[in-house]
Each structure stands twice: as structure tokens, then as C-alpha cells.
């Protein structure tokens, strides 16, 4: 399925950074790494051509108690997307940023993910709140968090006649 | 007033005015005419801007929290509402991501009816790009004149999907849900010819736009890469980069059509980069009808859509070209029929924080609504 380009990369990160790679479907490569060194293999990435951070996602897989994190990076040059995986542990979320590499725009989706998922991004300067305004409770995008439940205890009056219907 | 905990630059802050004299604060949004559903903190001193805070969430809705309660026919139709001004855009990277994780491949009519209608939503987007950019420099004809034509493009849209701005999921996992009424050939083609004849003469031959809005809010190339630009924003600073072309997804590499680039990077030569791209929408729509297959529309599997349907475990990362830029959708299934996580990469999001406040620093208080539409952006994409 692979081409060339697809092929060199999988080699040239084999071989500079020992990190064994796959090829879902033509232009799409996807590896797993290790939390410690992944601000390496992203200088690595940024300058291979890997310019566009396209995306940071953070999946709570609240089973084995861990987040995993997914950067989407986008070479406009070999035209390849490259997704690097890495798992933290979900008690205290923490990881060191990309915003060294990818600057603002890496800077500001770890901005989102800190809100939303309550990560804790080491080096970057500006982890101010951005959509929620004086919220109070837990990262509201975690699993374990019941928004229903939040809503009703938080929002609606159970004495309230026209509110009752939302408890029962 | 309450104390705003979120925003880390406070509203009012009476000792720097004081000290600095002509200083003030002026919050431009969120609900301005002129600025969609968002707001950005400006300081100014004199009639310049000198710093920038955007303050999203005015908008926030929780799409991807929303959609891990749900089942992907539901979230089809959830996917319109991540932005109102391009809804069959989104619906198409929904429906792609499920494809690509349940392994289903659309019939060859269900994809050319895919590219037509992500092509004429990205037309009525642009026309509206037309419009509000036109209401940002005070241009108040060019705003009506914009949504008259669009309203064309939404009479299609309703005679194929039944909804004028929201399609309700018309683009859904396995293909489309309906196929094109009869004669809707003749009268896209009888729309098209009057819409590019009005790009032609209002948008581009307006001697009062590129009198505006040429050399403000210019944006380099170095800093839309490091900023994050994306789509129109990026190509109008050099780079020749399109997700259509570059990580052709249904039949776009079947069409031929260019994309255009312009080096100035200013607000002027982005919107021209948008009216372009509206000719070159047009001739893809046009091919893509000349040769529209006959067949199916829509997978077979997936014909009677069940609430059981489950979705193989695996995750998946599908990128578009909507017209605000790159867009794309992360997809993560755990096996049962809802997603375990989705998440939603718009263009505006970073449109509307980094780049934004880059440009408007150092520019004119009377340019900041100029500079803001030239950038096309969507509150509701950034929000979520």
C-alpha cells in the first residue's frame, strides 16, 4: 500500500528514532511513543517537512486509567499525515508541550485540551480558560464526568414545579 | 458586573487607563453585528490597536462531547450544526469517518452527488465570505446583494435535501440520502451562470473593496505556518496547498480544476483567493454533472439504517478542504454503536485565536472588522 515516501519516513524514523510505524492507507502513518521522549520525535517530525499541526486529541480511556494523546502532524511537502500516540497516566495528567516546535498553534490546542481534560501542559505559558466561563466543576470532557447529573444538581430546582420533570 | 474568571485580561482596567492616558479598552463582539458570535479584547491607544485577546465560548455547544452519546445516524445530523454557513461540508467528514472505520465504500453517484453539494455549499460560503466582508468595511448593498444570490444555491439545496441551511444529515454514512429530483441539472447550471456573472462584476471589479482592503492585515508566510493557517488564509500568503488536491478524498482527483495562490497576504488578496475559488467550485459542479453516474446512492448495508449498527473498533483521522480551510475529524470506537471519542478540528479555530490576534495587532481600530471577515470565519466551527 505504502509508496516511497510513506516507506522512507517509516525507515528514517526506524532508523533515527528506533520507532516502528503504520501504514493504515496511503498517506496515513500512524506510531506509538513514548510519552518522555515525544517532544524529541516532534523536533525530529517538524524538521522532516512535518510543518502543519494540524490537530491535538486526547482520548480518556478511563478503563486503564490513562489519556492518550494523538498529534496530527501534516507534511505539505511529502503530502503525509503523521499521527504519533502517546498515553499519560489519567491521575495527574502531565506532559511537556509542543509549543517550542509548533509554537502558537500547538500552543493553543493544548490551551483547549488543559480545559477540557485538565492536562497539564509543561512549558507552555498560556493555559488560560478558553470556552467556559466560570466554570467550577471537573474537566467537563472526562468520561467519568456525568453532564446530566451535573446540570440537574447545578441548573434545576427540584422544588421548582416546572424543573421536577428533570429528576424524574 | 460579576467578575469574569476566565478571561485573563479584565474588561475594565481603570489604573492603566489612567496611566497611560489615551488608552482603552473595547471589546469588539460578541454580539456585534460585525462580528458573528465571538468577541475579541482589544487595548487601544490613539486609533491603534495595541494588544488582542480573543474570547471564544459564546458559542460553545459540546459537539464532541455530544456525539459520544449518540449513534452516527444521529451524529449525521448533528454534524450540520458545526457550522451553519457550510453544513453539507461537515456532514461529509462525518459520514467519511464512519466510512473509513466501518470499512464501507460509497457507490460512484453517491460521491459525484457528495461533490456537488460539498462544492455548491462551498459557493454559497463564499458568497456569504462576499457578504460580510462587504458589511466589515461599511458596505451595506454588497451584503444584501450576497445573501439574494445565495438564496439561489439554498433553493437547490432545498429541493434536494429539503432544508435550506441544514441538510438534517442528507450526506450520511454509506452515501446520500436522496437522489437529485428531476431537471435539477438544468437549473444548477442556470444558477451557476448567474452567480459567477455576479462574482465577476460586484466582487472583483468593485474598485471600493481593493481601494479598502488592500495592504491591511498582511499576513506572511512564515507566520500562517507557525499560526496554523489553513485553506483561502494560507494560499493567499504563497503556499499552494489544498486538502482537495494534496489528500484527494472521494472523486476529486477525477475533476480538473486550479488552486489559487497570491503572495501579498493582505485581507484584499485573500478575499480575491475566495472569488476564485467560487470559479473554480463552479467548474468542478459542472464536470462532476457531466459525468454523474447512474447507480446507487447509497451502500447497501447501509440502505435501512439500524440503531444496532455498531462500529468496528479503531480510530481514524479524515481531513477535508471545507471553505474555511483544513478541516478534520478524529473518530475512536471502542465497539459498540456509539464513538467512544470524537474530535473536531475546525479552521477557524485557528483562524480566529493565533492568527487574529497577530494581525490585528499595529492595525487601525477602522480596519479591525475588514481584517476580521477577510479571514472567513465561522464562530460555530470554532466553538463546537
Redo the contacts between chains.
Keep these: 500500500m505504502a509508496t516511497e515516501k510513506e516507506a522512507s519516513i517509516e525507515e528514517q524514523l526506524a532508523s533515527d528514532l528506533n520507532i516502528t510505524c503504520e501504514t493504515k492507507r496511503p498517506r496515513r502513518l500512524w506510531a506509538s511513543v513514548d510519552n518522555q521522549r515525544l517532544v524529541k520525535i516532534c523536533k525530529w517530525a517538524r524538521e522532516h517537512g512535518f510543518e502543519h499541526l494540524s490537530a491535538i486529541s486526547a482520548v480518556d480511556w478511563v478503563e486503564e486509567n490513562s489519556y492518550e494523546l494523538l498529534y496530527h502532524l501534516w507534511s505539505y511537502e511529502d503530502k503525509i499525515l503523521l499521527t504519533l500516540k502517546t498515553k499519560i497516566d489519567r491521575e495527574t495528567p502531565a506532559i511537556n508541550s509542543v509549543s517550542p516546535v509548533w509554537k502558537e498553534s500547538a500552543q493553543i490546542h493544548e490551551r483547549e485540551l488543559h480545559e477540557l481534560f485538565g492536562i497539564a501542559f509543561a512549558g507552555n505559558d498560556d493555559l488560560a480558560p478558553l470556552f467556559l466561563e466560570d466554570w467550577q466543576g471537573p474537566p467537563p470532557f472526562r468520561k467519568d464526568f456525568n453532564w446530566r447529573e451535573y446540570v440537574r444538581s447545578e441548573y434545576y430546582d427540584r422544588e421548582n414545579e416546572r424543573e421536577r420533570a428533570y429528576y424524574d | 458586573m460579576?467578575e469574569?474568571?476566565?478571561a485573563?485580561v479584565p474588561i475594565t482596567t481603570d489604573e492603566a487607563n489612567l496611566s497611560e492616558g489615551s488608552a482603552y479598552d473595547f471589546y469588539f463582539g460578541p454580539a456585534h453585528p460585525g462580528s458573528g458570535n465571538f468577541g475579541v479584547k482589544l487595548k487601544i491607544e490613539g486609533e491603534t490597536v495595541v494588544s488582542a485577546r480573543a474570547d471564544?465560548?459564546y458559542l460553545?455547544r459540546?459537539f464532541?462531547?455530544l456525539m459520544e452519546y449518540r449513534t452516527p445516524l444521529q451524529n449525521a445530523v448533528l454534524s450540520d450544526r458545526i457550522c451553519v454557513l457550510e453544513a453539507l461540508n461537515w456532514n461529509l467528514i462525518h459520514a467519511e469517518a464512519v466510512e473509513e472505520l466501518m470499512g464501507i465504500e460509497p457507490p460512484e453517484r453517491a460521491k459525484y452527488i457528495r461533490v456537488i453539494m460539498a462544492e455548491l455549499s462551498r459557493i454559497q460560503s463564499h458568497i456569504i465570505w462576499y457578504g460580510a466582508f462587504c458589511i466589515g468595511i461599511g458596505f451595506d448593498t454588497g451584503f444584501k446583494l450576497a445573501f439574494g444570490y445565495r438564496d439561489y444555491i439554498l433553493d437547490i439545496f432545498e429541493a434536494v435535501t429539503g432544508g435550506r441551511v441544514y441538510p438534517a444529515g442528507y450526506i450520511c454514512p454509506g452515501g446520500v440520502r436522496r437522489d437529485f429530483p428531476p431537471g435539477l441539472v438544468k437549473r444548477i447550471t442556470e444558477v451557476l451562470d448567474k452567480v459567477e456573472k455576479m462574482v465577476a462584476v460586484e466582487a472583483l471589479e468593485n474598485p471600493l473593496l481593493s481601494a479598502r482592503a488592500k495592504d491591511i492585515g498582511i499576513l506572511k508566510l512564515e507566520d500562517a505556518?507557525?499560526?496554523?493557517a489553513?485553506g483561502p488564509v494560507l494560499r493567499a500568503s504563497g503556499?499552494k496547498?489544498d486538502v482537495r488536491k494534496?489528500?484527494s478524498y472521494e472523486v476529486y482527483d477525477r475533476f480538473d480544476f486550479d488552486v489559487p495562490v497570491r503572495d501579498e497576504g493582505d485581507a484584499y488578496s485573500r478575499y480575491v483567493i475566495g472569488m476564485e475559488e467560487i470559479r473554480q467550485s463552479a467548474r468542478i459542479v459542472k464536470q462532476a454533472l457531466e459525468g454523474l453516474p447512474e447507480g446507487e446512492i447509497i451502500a447497501p448495508s447501509l440502505k435501512k439504517p439500524k440503531l444496532t449498527t455498531k462500529i468496528p473498533v479503531g480510530?481514524?483521522?479524515v481531513?477535508n478542504e471545507v471553505a474555511r480551510g483544513?478541516a478534520?475529524m478524529?473518530m475512536?470506537s471502542d465497539g459498540s454503536g456509539r464513538p467512544?471519542?470524537v474530535?473536531i478540528?475546525g479552521p477557524s479555530?485557528?483562524h480566529m485565536?493565533?492568527v487574529l490576534e497577530?494581525l490585528l495587532i499595529g492595525a487601525q481600530i477602522a480596519d479591525v472588522p475588514a481584517i476580521y471577515w477577510s479571514l472567513n470565519v465561522c464562530p460555530a466551527d470554532l466553538?463546537r
Excluded at chain 2, 225 to 228: A, C, H, T, Y
Design positions: 460579576t469574569r474568571t476566565s485573563s471564544p465560548g460553545h459540546g464532541e462531547k505556518i507557525r499560526l496554523g489553513t503556499m496547498a494534496d489528500d480510530e481514524v483521522y481531513r483544513e478534520g478524529y475512536c467512544y471519542r474530535k478540528r479555530f485557528l485565536i493565533p497577530h466553538d
